[in-house]
Each structure stands twice: as structure tokens, then as C-alpha cells.
């Protein structure tokens, strides 16, 4: 008589024991304190880093733990790792060991110089663009994964969709958040977005490319004038922020930022000089360095302004809020003020997971008949500082002065992105 059929694992079924095993695994692993102890137990044995490397398993550990600061990525790619005695030292050694961030994975196309623009989600924005041929900006953009050694080349965006009748003057293209403004359990986390922005003498344009579908899109467009402004006099959009579904530019005028929201794809403006950035500015003795928008507390628009004063060096950094969340008819109320380290020359490198970063050269001492500033050694110093608590860490030391840097958060585990070759994306 033949045995009967094994039971199948249905609706009401019992696990087998290596399911039970693995899900006793899965709740020992999310009880981790963070990071550093699931990068540590991933190295054990086989078993452990298969469970750990679930991308069901990782999207609870993401939800309960927020990603590390493991340090900084300069605009040619060279990665900055924490350095002791900031928390993530150990672990961002650990990635040095294993990523590349010379991202030599990624084919490079026959002109054009390397650029980094905005790493998110232990991914890195790769720009391959020529110094002489602007065009050629539309064209040449990556998205890779430093430690899975992962890429997506992206295909160019199609001339028919650019504005052919004016000259472009700026472009800069973003990478967007994986996880922003869906649910989180419905979300293919091999997915992303990269949004691009070209300005022009008249209007602004954005381009949107979706790994989901393969091909770009126009997201936005709108003139200088319907915006309520005019043109910028610099080129700054390099210098930008985000928080919550939005981007914010600071530096393009005086009285005004500038704000692309994701959700709806649209650009707009918020007024600046109002409330206490008006007192500030007028304030004697003290020049307005820079601005950085961050992400404030109940749904409130904050920014963090930096300001100095040359004589002896001393930078103060105030603390701004606008209740309403950015409607210009509120005034801007003054929440704290921070004084830096005194003779520290600092300047703002950008703020995002709720972190401004700096940028500190530390001044010489000299002499009464002495002008001007001069740096101790030839070293630069950055640190975070956690806007809830205002807790000021320093993260690295460079020998190196970049021009620009961007916050690199992380986890121990490679982002997987979608396939380690080429994806061919041709216009159906």
C-alpha cells in the first residue's frame, strides 16, 4: 500500500523546521542593537547571512534601525570613511575593505571626466560628462552599489523631450529615495529614480528615469517669471537639500528658496526674508555665510544659517523655524543659536537623515599686526551635527581640501540594485 502524500505547506500548514528555525533567526537578528552587531553576525556562518541578507528581513531591520553615517564621498568619488572615535569607525573600515569606490565595475564611456552626485541608500549617482560638450550631460549618468559592485547604466534622455531652442546653462541630476511616500512592504527595493533638473536663461526643466519602466520622462516645467522671480545670477544648483519628498535650493537668491516637490512634481518658492532672518541680516559684525534647509519637528520648515564673524574667527549657527510648513505668509521665528568652536573657519557641506554637515579648518594663532586667516596644517576637518539634539561629532579628517562632499548613510549589507550588467532600456 503506497504511503500517503506528504501534507503541502498551505494556508494553516505547519512550517518545517529550517522555516521555524529561520524565523527564530529573523526575530533574534531585528533585536540587534544595530548595524555594527548585524554586520558582525552576517560573518558567522552561511546560514546567518543568507538570513540576513533577505530583502524581507532587511526591509523590518530598515524600519527599526536608521541606516549609520559610515562618511563622506567627495565630487570625484573618493570615499572618507568615520573615523575614531565617532560610532561608525568600525564599520566603515569594514567598507572600505570590501566596496569600490574607485568604481572601476562601471564601464566608462570614451570621453568624459567621473563625477559623484548625490549617494543615497548605499547607492552612488555616477556622471560621466565632458568639460567642452555640454550636451553630453543628458547622456552619461550610472547608478551603482560600491559594495555589491552592482550597476545600471542609464540610457540618455531623448533629444525630443529638451528644450532645443534655448542654450542649457545647469544641470544636475539627483538620485531620488527608494522608499519615499509608499509603502514600505510593497516596494521593490531593487527600484529607484534619478531626477534631473536643466536650467535654462528662461525656465527650469525636470526629467525623471524610473528603473520600473525603463525610460525617462518630463516631470516639470516652468518659467522664472511664473515662479515670481528671475533668473539666478549663479550657477549654484549643486548646492541642494532634501528632506521629506522635497528638494530645496538656498543659494540661487536672497529672499527666496527654490523647492521641487517629488510627490506632485512641481516647483514653487518660499520667502526668506521674514521674521528673524530679517533681524539677522542687519545684525552688525556678523556676515551670513550659508543657509541649509533641515528636517524640523512637526511637519515645521526649519533652516540652519551659518554666520561669522572674522575678528577674532567665531561662527555662530541659528536655529530658524516656519510653522505651516512653508507658506510665505509666516514668519520666520528663531529657535536656537549654536556658537562653533572658536578660530575654526567653518562652512556648511549640506544636511540630510536629520544631520547638518561642516566643514572646520582650524586657524593659526597670530600676531596682532597680523591679517587675515591662515590654516593650522593642511588638514580639513568635517563633522555632523544631529539637528534635534545639536550634538556636534566630528567625522573625519582629510588631507585634502574637496570642494565639495556628500553624506554617505549605509547599511553592512549590499544594496541590491538589479543586475550586474548593462540594462538594455529601448523606447517601446
Known sequence: MASPAPPTHGPGAQLSLPDLRDELLEEIFLRLPGPAALARASTVCASFHRVITERSFLRQFRKRHPPPLLGLVDEEG??????????????????????????????????GTPKTWFPRDGRVLLEHSSRFVLKTVFTDLAVCDPLSRMYVLLPPIPEDMTIQEEHLLEFRPMLAPIREGKDEDDEDETSFKVICVARYRSKLASFVFSSTTGQWRIAASTSWS???????????MYRFNYFRGCFYWTDLWRDKLLVLDTGVMEFSTVAVLTGSHVQLRNQPGQRICMSIVVDGTEGALEMLTLAGDYGPTSFYLYHTTQKGNGESSIEWQLKNVMELPRRWLCSTMGATEGFLFLRCDRETLLDDSALGFLPEDN????????????????????????????????????????????MNYNAG
Open 226 to 236: 511664473s515662479l515670481g522671480t528671475v533668473e539666478p545670477s549663479w550657477k549654484r
Open 78 to 111: 573618493v570615499f572618507l570613511p568615520a573615523q575614531a572615535p565617532h560610532p561608525s569607525a568600525p564599520l566603515s573600515r569594514a567598507l572600505v575593505d570590501a566596496a569600490d569606490f574607485t568604481y572601476s565595475f562601471v564601464p566608462e564611456p570614451d570621453t
Open 379 to 422: 588638514h580639513v576637518n568635517f563633522f555632523s551635527l544631529e539637528v534635534k539634539t545639536f550634538e556636534l561629532k566630528q567625522v573625519c579628517m582629510a588631507k585634502y581640501h574637496p570642494n565639495c562632499v556628500h553624506s554617505y548613510f549605509g547599511f553592512p549589507v549590499p544594496t541590491i540594485i538589479v543586475e550586474t550588467k548593462p
